[in-house]
């Protein structure tokens, strides 16, 4: 009989566990699908085609970034402060770096740190996960 009970007690744990392992799990997915697509949307809406057809690549930084920023904010359901119901004290760092100074072949990171609400965590006083992603383009080439 006691037996019985530790093992429908252990299983009930082992259910709750295995819920907020699969939400942070599926968070970090998620995240990472829509830091990707907007990297790829940074690099679309950043590239000056003037540019491109003098051969020179070059990528507009301030429209990178808020490419970068508002995709996000739109793939997760985001408000201004990017936080929604799943993801609180959330912070995206877009950067721009360059391969060196005389090839210009430039390069787009992103960085999203959020924390993901968890629903078993709350039994131990845990009541988020810190999840971090980061992504980057390869090193576009040059046009010659």
Do not use: W
């Amino acid at each position: 009989m006691f037996r019985n009970l530790a093992l429908i007690l252990f299983g009930a744990f082992a259910l709750f566990f295995l819920a907020d392992f699969l939400v942070v799990y599926n968070a970090h997915i998620k995240i990472e699908k829509a830091v990707e697509q907007a990297l790829d949307g940074a690099i679309i809406a950043g590239v000056q085609k003037a540019e491109n057809q003098r051969g020179r690549l070059e990528l507009s930084e301030p429209i990178a970034k808020d490419t970068v920023y508002s995709i996000v904010k739109s793939n997760l359901k985001l408000n201004t402060d990017l936080t929604n119901d799943y993801f609180t004290n959330s912070n995206l760092k877009t950067t721009v770096s360059y391969l060196n100074t005389t090839s210009k072949a430039p390069r787009i990171e992103a960085q999203f740190d959020t924390r993901v609400k968890l629903v078993a965590g709350k039994i131990f006083g845990l009541e988020s996960y810190p999840l971090t992603v980061k992504r980057h383009t390869p090193y576009l080439g040059e046009f010659k």
